[in-house]
């Protein structure tokens, strides 16, 4: 089976810290997002890697940024927590091969910026 | 980019009922198309997978189906139960091995 784990369930900071979101997973796969999920929103893609030390934007990139620095762990960097970056935050991995498309999610965790 | 559309109001209906979730988009028709099973407070789980080629998958009590002249997938769960509720997510393959999702339509099947 699969595991993708993420740091923390929940999290609550204040604005202008630093943030950061762990996640690892156990699978060697290449591929791995952060996405973040808000009602009415649903899920959006901030980051992804295919390749350690690679990284490329996703849709809402702006306030965030990432570090593959080995292949089974990809964190995300608030780099000035605000309020509007409270969300539920939640990272995925998929193989990098074809054929085998589906992504494994993380718990999550739900961030509350004061 | 890609627009998915997933009915906002949850769905509510009587156990051993058969539910049925849409998922229409706007854009290209995806090489594959996915369905997410999301319980509160949790990641979404992967449930199945349809592509361009398929007009129908199964699985169990679920069926997938894919109609890319109508760009839409109706996802059905039969003989439903009440451990089926929760918020079913469409998923659809962007390119360069991302996914763009549905808000999704959640489900609360009643004993």
């Known amino acids: 089976d699969v595991k993708v784990t993420q740091s923390s369930r929940y999290l609550v900071k204040r604005t202008g810290e630093k943030v950061f979101l762990e996640c690892v997973q156990d699978?060697?796969?290449?591929?791995m997002f952060w996405y973040r999920q808000d009602p009415g929103l649903g899920l959006r893609l901030i980051y992804f890697s295919y390749d350690v030390k690679m990284k490329e934007k996703g849709d809402i990139p702006e306030g965030y940024s990432v570090s593959r620095e080995k292949k089974e762990r990809f964190s995300l960097i608030l780099e000035s927590a605000s309020t509007n970056q409270t969300s539920m935050y939640l990272c995925?991995?998929?193989?990098?091969?074809?054929?085998?498309?589906?992504?494994?999610f993380g718990p999550g965790t739900r961030l509350l910026v004061l | 980019s890609q627009k998915i559309e997933q009915n906002s109001e949850a769905l509510n209906i009587q156990e051993g009922k058969t539910a049925t979730l849409t998922c229409n988009y706007t854009?290209?028709?995806?090489?594959?198309l996915q369905w997410y099973r999301q319980d509160p407070g949790r990641g979404p789980v992967f449930l199945l997978l349809?592509?361009?080629?398929?007009k129908e998958k199964r699985k169990e009590r679920l069926k997938v189906t894919f109609d890319t002249t109508l760009k839409q997938s109706l996802f059905h769960i039969t003989a439903s139960q009440p451990a089926d509720s929760a918020t079913y997510l469409c998923?659809?393959?962007?390119?360069?091995?991302?996914?763009?999702f549905g808000t999704g339509t959640r489900l609360l099947v009643s004993p």
């Open positions: 699978m060697d796969h290449e591929n």
């Open positions: 998923a659809l393959d962007e390119g360069f091995q991302k996914l763009v």
């Open positions: 349809i592509r361009e080629n398929e």
């Open positions: 854009n290209y028709s995806p090489a594959y």
């Open positions: 995925a991995s998929r193989t990098g091969g074809g054929g085998q498309e589906t992504q494994y």
